[in-house]
């Protein structure tokens, strides 16, 4: 088998998170498995190969969660149907999935004693960031923050960014919501490469409280 041809085995990062290969039907995003006492949940779609498979069916997964809507893989439909998983995703996003039943919401819905997930609207109308406090504090954040070449976390301007100032304002609201000690780790859907192997960015409430939000508010467009 040639190294193209390789099937990535999902990484563990901590205790209880893995994370998968980049898909290719989600524009090479990531995506991550937490593992819970009270039920798994899947962050965005991996790619569905035979490893991946096997992998969820063996772990389990009570829900799949779906951060923008380009997280959502052409295979959503066949996944929710091996796995019996219940599909989680921010209301503004939810008519794009009719022939799938879903779990919508507004503003925030928990999932366990120890995550949640809330409205981050910006990178994408529903775009959403889903939080799990072990280990300081993780936060799944879709493309709504992503690590920059300098390996620096930040919100960026693309193309396809839906509504840029909202998503600025959306950051802030991470900062008012968290605080040093509970926002530690970032798990970001894109841009991972900038990680330089190391699966996760530390410091993250210190990262993005450096940054210069209204400075920010007139990047250009990057591709």
């Given at each position: 088998?040639?190294?193209?041809?390789?099937i990535?085995?999902p990484?563990?990062?901590?205790?209880g998170?893995f994370a998968?290969?980049?898909?290719?039907?989600?524009?090479?995003?990531?995506s991550?498995?937490?593992?819970?006492?009270s039920?798994?949940i899947?962050?965005?779609?991996?790619?569905?190969d035979?490893v991946?498979?096997d992998?969820?069916?063996?772990?389990?997964v009570?829900?799949?969660?779906?951060?923008?809507r380009?997280?959502?893989g052409?295979?959503?439909?066949?996944?929710?149907?091996?796995?019996g998983?219940?599909i989680i995703l921010?209301?503004?996003e939810a008519?794009l999935?009719?022939e799938?039943?879903?779990?919508?919401?507004?503003?925030?819905i928990h999932?366990s004693?120890?995550?949640?997930a809330?409205?981050?609207?910006?990178?994408s109308?529903?775009?959403?960031?889903?939080?799990?406090?072990?280990?300081?504090?993780?936060?799944?954040?879709?493309?709504?923050?992503?690590p920059?070449?300098?390996g620096?976390?930040?919100?960026?301007?693309?193309?396809?960014?839906f509504?840029w100032?909202?998503?600025?304002?959306?950051?802030?609201?991470?900062?008012?919501?968290?605080?040093?000690?509970?926002?530690?780790?970032?798990?970001?859907c894109a841009n991972?490469?900038f990680?330089?192997?190391?699966?996760?960015?530390?410091d993250l409430?210190?990262?993005?409280?450096?940054?210069?939000?209204?400075?920010?508010r007139?990047?250009?467009?990057?591709?």
């Amino acid at each position: 088998m040639s190294n193209s041809q390789v099937i990535k085995q999902p990484r563990l990062l901590l205790e209880g998170l893995f994370a998968f290969a980049p898909n290719r039907d989600t524009l090479g995003g990531v995506s991550y498995l937490i593992v819970e006492n009270s039920g798994n949940i899947l962050i965005d779609c991996p790619p569905w190969d035979i490893v991946n498979q096997d992998f969820l069916q063996e772990k389990g997964v009570r829900w799949l969660f779906l951060t923008h809507r380009t997280g959502h893989g052409k295979a959503l439909k066949l996944m929710k149907n091996t796995l019996g998983c219940e599909i989680i995703l921010q209301e503004q996003e939810a008519y794009l999935l009719p022939e799938i039943p879903v779990t919508s919401f507004a503003q925030d819905i928990h999932l366990s004693p120890n995550s949640f997930a809330f409205w981050s609207a910006g990178y994408s109308p529903g775009s959403a960031c889903f939080y799990w406090s072990n280990h300081g504090g993780v936060l799944f954040s879709g493309r709504h923050i992503l690590p920059n070449p300098e390996g620096n976390a930040v919100p960026l301007r693309t193309a396809k960014t839906f509504h840029w100032y909202r998503q600025l304002k959306n950051v802030q609201a991470i900062l008012d919501r968290f605080q040093p000690e509970t926002l530690n780790y970032l798990a970001p859907c894109a841009n991972v490469g900038f990680l330089r192997g190391r699966g996760l960015m530390g410091d993250l409430y210190g990262q993005i409280s450096a940054l210069d939000l209204q400075e920010l508010r007139n990047n250009p467009i990057i591709d």
